[in-house]
């Protein structure tokens, strides 16, 4: 397709997308706690209904109470309609494009609320959600407000919030490992003890644990060969190199040069550990490492592309990792692992993080990683190739998607607990966040 009629396409919807944002708007406060409506368990279908919901189970106000409005991950649709950790930085992105700092206010001082109250950022906004988070990206959205706004009251109220959750969550014995870097657990695990489950004042978790832990980083995968706890997961420990990074960046910015300096030398040390660990001299690539059997797992997958957005990966490994991009690149984007790995766990066939599927935040993530070490023909590229897969199912149905099949480039996406649904969030942003990397705007 020639560009100016690629651009022409992506000028029209990205100005749909600008004009979802205030209709996308949700808010967890009264009235919305006793809506019945919001307080559901979202089920697509009634498929996914009799998967997820326990026998007996009766279905009571989740919602969890929140300050200010937010942009969910469903948008006005039916998904997803409370906040989510992760997803909510890459909507702020999206949100950036857009002019809308306003609302990244929002949802950062909804954040700031949630880690105050509960001593880390949750999953999301749930009752469901009291025992894990999710990858920690909010720094950034901090660090990307405030250099547009200058708000220092708001930085000075940020920093000593997220250093807390920093050392007292991500880095506490329940997500500690021997080797020095950071596991996934869901803090209901009755692993931990009946001691630990008390302290947090939790019950067992509903999911078997291992799933539970792996809904921490993505729900769900094969590279962690069935249990995440086991493994000190690349996407985890390379966010948390750039939360470091980002808390030293703060930290300097207030004034606190020694702070910062310690900081960074805290960064320097989980990316040293993380090369140490994952890094493969042989294969030139980064692997998700056992930490109990001391070993990497063989599974080609994006998360290694974590350690160039995070500046973890040397100019070398970055160049090897490049070279290896063939394995993941298809006519529409990036598939999630380079193959179709077999599920480890018993409680599902397919998986969603898995061969086909190419998602909308790895795509942002890769394509930002090989901005960030100078590889631009081929961010650009791939920024092309998945924007126009959007555009294209886009007007073959009027909305945009959660994941797509990149491989054959349509919505067949192997069923893991349910199929695919229409989504905002960072499906929007994907629009609005790639198409300024390709095109120039005003």
């Known amino acids: 397709m020639p560009h100016d009629q690629l651009e022409t396409r992506w ?3 990205d100005e749909q997308v600008k004009s979802w944002w205030d209709a996308d708007i949700r808010r967890a406060r009264e009235p919305e706690l006793r809506d019945p409506a919001l307080n559901q368990i979202w089920y697509v279908d009634e498929e996914h209904r009799q998967r997820e919901q326990q026998e007996g189970e009766e279905e009571v106000p989740t919602l969890l109470y929140l300050p200010f409005p937010f942009v969910s991950p469903g948008g006005s649709g039916a998904a997803f309609p409370e906040m989510y950790c992760w997803d909510t930085y890459f909507i702020n992105l999206g949100l950036a494009a857009h002019g809308r700092f306003e609302i990244i206010r929002h949802h950062i001082l909804n954040q700031l609320f949630i880690i105050e109250r509960y001593g880390y950022l949750l999953t999301g906004n749930r009752v469901y959600y009291l025992s894990r988070s999710q990858t920690p990206l909010h720094a950034l959205s901090v660090k990307r407000y405030y250099e547009h706004h200058r708000d220092r009251d708001l930085l000075a109220r940020a920093y000593p919030v997220m250093k807390r959750e920093y050392y007292e969550y991500w880095c506490a014995p329940h997500h500690q490992t021997p080797i020095g870097l950071t596991t ?3 803090l209901s695990d009755p692993a931990l003890g009946s ?3 008390e302290q947090f004042g939790l019950s067992a978790t509903r999911l078997r644990p291992e799933l539970a832990a792996e809904a921490e980083v993505t729900d769900f995968t094969a590279i962690f060969a069935g249990n995440i706890r086991q493994c000190v997961p690349l996407q ?3 966010a948390l190199v750039r ?10 910015e207030i004034g606190w040069q020694e702070e910062s300096r310690t900081w960074q030398a805290e ?3 989980r990316a040293e550990l ?3 660990h994952c890094w493969d001299e042989g294969q030139g690539f980064f692997f998700e490492y056992q930490f109990e059997q001391q070993k990497q797992l063989p599974f080609w997958s994006l998360a290694a592309y974590w350690t160039m957005w995070a500046g973890v ?3 070398a490994q970055a160049e090897q990792l490049v070279q290896h991009l063939a394995r993941f690149e298809h006519e529409h984007g990036l598939t999630q692992t380079d193959q179709p790995y077999a599920s480890p766990h018993p409680e599902f066939n397919a998986l969603q993080f898995n061969y086909p599927n190419g998602w909308p935040p790895f795509q942002i993530m890769v394509i930002d990683a090989l901005e960030a070490y100078g590889y631009i023909e081929i961010a650009q590229r791939l920024a092309r190739k998945f924007l126009r897969l959007q555009l294209d199912w886009f007007d073959r149905t009027g909305v945009l998607w959660e994941k797509y099949n990149v491989v054959a480039g349509n919505l067949e996406c192997p069923r893991e607990r349910y199929p695919v649904v229409p989504l905002h969030g960072w499906s929007s942003t994907a629009v609005a966040y790639l198409g300024r990397k390709l095109f120039k705007t005003m």
């Open 313 to 315: 990966a040397t100019p």
């Open 184 to 186: 996934n657990r869901d």
């Open 195 to 197: 001691d630990h489950l």
């Open 243 to 252: 939360h470091a990074n980002t808390l030293a960046w703060m930290a300097a």
């Open 236 to 238: 985890t420990n390379c």
């Open 11 to 13: 000028r029209t919807l």
């Open 274 to 276: 993380i090369r140490a």
């Open 267 to 269: 960064a320097e040390r």
